[in-house]
């Protein structure tokens, strides 16, 4: 398991569009990921897990990854938070 903790920079958060972004990221690797806020947990790689969990801007997140390219995967999704989903 490969664990980051990353603060969502962008101000609507991980909705619609940056949760789309975040999501196909996501989908690029073979690991299982996962992102948290607080105590919840959601698939990193499902939409509506995202958005379930109501992450705003400012919000401090986990992103957790287990298999082959775990660490890969984790610190792609943390630098497409941290920029605030530029490209």
Do not use: C
């Amino acid at each position: 398991m490969y664990v980051k903790d990353v603060v969502v920079q962008n101000q609507v958060g991980l909705h619609a569009r940056p949760a789309t972004f975040f999501i196909q990221k996501a989908n690029e690797f073979k690991s299982s990921i996962w992102v948290e806020k607080e105590e919840r947990r959601a698939n990193a790689k499902s939409l509506l897990g995202v958005l379930s969990l109501g992450i705003m801007g400012g919000t401090k997140i986990r992103i957790i990854a287990g298999g082959n390219d775990e660490q890969e995967a984790v610190e792609a999704l943390a630098k497409l938070v941290e920029s605030g989903f530029a490209d």
